[in-house]
């Protein structure tokens, strides 16, 4: 079993920056891609980014190209996900989530999953 707290979130004006974290515990997250997701309300949990289980190859949703970046520290057990340029539109709660998919965007395919952790932005 694989525990993720995701932690970071928080009330931002647009154009600010937040830096997520996800801490995992109970096993190593290295044999596992990561990903960030995320829910507004009302909508369906959408997925943000991935990364490699070795960090090696990472990929973004559209609407977050240029302005997400993800990233882990396997030493640490932790992932990360450095959110710049922040629009109204990126309001949700991001979760976390590990796979033992090699890179895949579809939550389905994701084995254990965080609690979430708010992002609020004002216009």
């Known amino acids: 079993q694989v525990q993720l707290v995701e932690s970071g979130g928080g009330l931002v004006q647009a154009g600010g920056s937040l830096r997520l974290s996800c801490a995992a515990s109970g096993r190593t997250i290295s044999r596992y891609a990561m990903g960030w997701f995320r829910q507004a309300p009302g909508k369906e949990r959408e997925f943000v980014a991935v990364i490699s289980y070795s960090g090696g190859g990472t990929y973004y949703a559209d609407s977050v190209k240029g302005r997400f970046t993800i990233s882990r520290d396997n030493a640490n057990n932790t992932v990360y996900l450095q959110m710049n340029t922040l629009k109204p539109g990126d309001a949700a709660v991001y979760y976390c989530?590990?796979?033992?998919?090699?890179?895949?965007?579809?939550?389905?395919?994701?084995?254990?999953w965080g609690q979430g952790t708010q992002v609020t932005v004002s216009s």
């Open positions: 989530a590990a796979s033992t998919d090699v890179f895949s965007t579809f939550a389905r395919r994701y084995n254990y």
